[in-house]
């Protein structure tokens, strides 16, 4: 109708080829609406999926073992490498013993709180928590994504971890909970980082003469 409004002479055979050239267009746009929409639906999915694994499990894995799932779930478990970092391994001196005759509610209640402070800190200078060890906690400053500073971070965590002891032990008396002294050794070299286990348990860890030290 547009054609033959602008050129009336124009024959039906050309009206029809003009109409089928509008009729191939729509379709071709419909199509890649549709595709579009696809994408889209299938983008907000994806984004779903990984806060749900980044909420689901941010508590329990550290944040580049949730990334290495969420961007190449097929190879999970089969990377690791050989870095330069620092290591932090620290414990509360003698708990076994402060611990002997308290409440399990209670021990657990003090533990989680003196983990959660140390969490912190040791996130705040760039440190990866490989675990937590009852009381003892090993934490990796990874020299490839912290640069040349890597080491120095590990032993101002260490330092801001032993400032941290002051409100703890506060928050431990105003609960009625033991003193804690903390003790913290600090090295640096070459360790393997990646996951180990097997196919129906696995971690991600730290291995080598460095973390043994």
């Not at 994408?39 to 580049?64: A, H």
């Not at 800190?121 to 994504?145: H, L, N, S």
């Not at 640096?188 to 291995?207: E, F, Q």
Request: hydrophobic fraction near 45%; glycine fraction near 8%.
């Amino acid at each position: 109708y547009a054609n033959f409004a602008v050129n009336p002479t124009a024959s039906n055979s050309q009206i029809l080829q003009i109409g089928a050239i509008i009729f191939v267009i729509l379709q071709i746009a419909n199509v890649l609406r549709n595709v579009n929409n696809r994408i889209y639906q299938v983008t907000v999915q994806l984004e779903m999926r990984n806060k749900v694994l980044e909420q689901t499990f941010g508590s329990f894995l550290p944040n580049e073992m949730i990334q290495s799932i969420i961007e190449a779930p097929d190879e999970f478990g089969t990377k690791g490498d050989t870095k330069q970092i620092a290591v932090i391994q620290s414990d509360i001196r003698g708990f076994t013993e402060l611990i002997m005759e308290m409440d399990a509610k209670d021990v657990i209640d003090m533990i989680n709180h003196y983990l959660e402070a140390m969490t912190v800190v040791i996130g705040r200078f760039g440190g990866t928590i490989m675990e937590f060890v009852g009381d003892g906690i090993i934490a990796i400053f990874d020299q490839t994504k912290l640069g040349e500073k890597y080491a120095d971070k590990a032993i101002m965590a260490a330092v801001e971890m032993q400032h941290c002891m002051q409100d703890i032990n506060a928050w431990n008396e105003n609960h009625k909970y033991p003193r804690f002294e903390m003790g913290i050794g600090i090295n640096t070299g070459l360790a393997y980082v990646g996951y180990i286990g097997s196919k129906a348990k696995m971690k991600y860890d730290a291995l080598g003469s460095t973390i043994n030290m």
